[in-house]
């Protein structure tokens, strides 16, 4: 296991929430995690934390290579042509590489507790990448953004949502390497898994992960029955820390969840 001396925790944020901060608060007070929060908005931020806030421009970003994490500003809801995760990528290979490992977080992913993190990092930070699926392009259809995406990197292609992950130092030079011989990246959910598995290195579809989904509905059954698991999407980051406490109560109550949990993970959980 890579000790959590060595290993950063990012959160990315388009702008800051007041919750993001208080819970990267607590991940640095209870952990020896370095804790980032990386903001895609640029309007300067004067405000005292025990945790690293990064601001990168666009223009740095783009004049470094570090653009198309995102396609381009039309494809996807977050209209931008550079995001948070090509600053992200910027500052941990190019500004401060010397992480090895590190695990990037969306932050509307509900994580119930510190200990999940702790609990992950000690699980899989001996792998390359952590991902919620590892799936393999197997056909020619030209669905999706798979047309943008042809003509930046040749195939084999394997592709997951990352919106959360974790990845290696010999990962994050693989990227690196692409944007000095290519001048850009490419689409995150395609990229990272790509270049891990072209390059023979060790990747994990997680299962504490596969709760990282496009549009899953998920609350405090599934926040007991997956204790280990990080939930995707919840957009109600003011709800959290109750959400974190109800957690805590439920539980000393012996509390009995329903059992409404999507197929393809209770397929996994009896596997």
Same mark, same amino acid.
């Given at each position: ?29 209870? *952990? ?43 494809? *996807? ?38 200990? *999940? ?53 010999? *990962? ?100």
């Amino acid at each position: 296991m890579i000790s959590q001396e060595r290993t950063a925790i990012a959160f990315l944020s388009k702008s800051l929430h007041e919750e993001t901060l208080r819970f990267a608060n607590e991940i640095a007070e209870k *952990t020896k995690f370095n804790v980032y929060i990386i903001i895609d908005d640029e309007e300067p931020m004067r405000i005292k934390s025990n945790v690293a806030i990064i601001q990168v421009t666009d223009e740095i970003a783009t004049i470094n290579g570090y653009r198309g994490c995102n396609i381009d500003s039309n494809s *996807t809801h977050i209209k931008k042509s550079v995001i948070a995760y090509d600053k992200c990528l910027f500052y941990f290979c190019e500004m401060n590489p010397k992480y090895e490992f590190i695990w990037i977080m969306e932050d509307d992913c509900f994580i119930p507790s510190v200990d *999940t993190i702790v609990n992950l990092h000690s699980k899989y930070s001996g792998y390359d990448l952590v991902t919620p699926n590892n799936f393999k392009k197997t056909d020619n259809a030209m669905d999706w953004h798979w047309h943008s995406i042809v003509d930046k990197i040749e195939p084999l292609y394997y592709y997951s949502m990352v919106c959360a992950m974790g990845i290696s130092k010999a *990962t994050l030079n693989c990227v690196k390497e692409y944007v000095q011989k290519n001048d850009t990246l490419f689409y995150i959910e395609v990229m990272f898994n790509t270049l891990c598995m072209q390059n023979n290195l060790k990747c994990i579809d997680a299962f504490e992960l596969k709760s990282v989904v496009w549009q899953g509905k998920w609350d405090i059954d599934e926040f007991i029955l997956l204790p280990d698991n990080i939930f995707h999407p919840r957009k109600d980051l003011e709800n959290y820390p109750k959400m974190r406490e109800m957690i805590e109560v439920f539980r000393r109550e012996g509390y009995e969840p329903t059992n409404n949990l999507p197929e393809f993970i209770t397929n996994l959980m009896v596997s």
